[in-house]
């Protein structure tokens, strides 16, 4: 069976809570320092970003998905001017390299055509 992305509004009700419970535990586990520059690989719904801003004061989250309606609903979300949610894809971020703090793909890597690639796509864009 194939999974598709293609309803932000059903992920959400299906996925949401599930997808913010996970991500409270890998951040109390990350400690990430505050004001970093997030890249938040496959946002999806936008959902691990909301308990980013929640929890870690961040200077700026870019989000990138390439399903139209997921960060459709993402922008939608109205998390403010700190997060900005795109199309995009794992496999060719658009970001030069060592240009953000942190990099994560919260419930993502499973689904990118080449999980390797999509690591050393993130790996490139941190800083050292
Ligand atoms: C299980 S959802 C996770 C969404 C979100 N990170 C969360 O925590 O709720 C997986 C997401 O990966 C996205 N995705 C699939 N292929 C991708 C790719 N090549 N690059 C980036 N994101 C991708 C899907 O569109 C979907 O939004």
């Known amino acids: 069976m194939q999974i598709r992305f293609n309803d932000g509004t059903n992920y959400e009700r299906f996925m949401g809570s599930w997808s913010q419970s996970a991500a409270k535990v890998f951040l109390d586990w990350l400690q990430p320092q505050a004001q ?23 200077k700026s989250i870019l989000g990138i998905d ?25 496999m060719k971020v658009r970001l030069p390299d060592h240009s953000v703090d942190i990099a994560v793909a919260a419930l993502v890597l499973h689904f990118m055509p080449d999980p ?5 796509e993130m790996t490139r864009v941190v800083r050292p």
Do not use: H, K, M, N
């Open 116 to 120: 390797a690639l999509g690591v050393r």
């Open 36 to 58: 970093a520059a997030w890249l938040d690989v496959g946002c999806g719904t936008g959902a691990f970003s909301s308990v980013v801003l929640d929890r870690c004061s961040p």
């Open 66 to 90: 390439p399903s139209e309606d997921q960060v459709a609903y993402a922008r939608a979300r109205g998390l403010g001017p700190t997060a900005i949610f795109e199309r995009g894809d794992a």
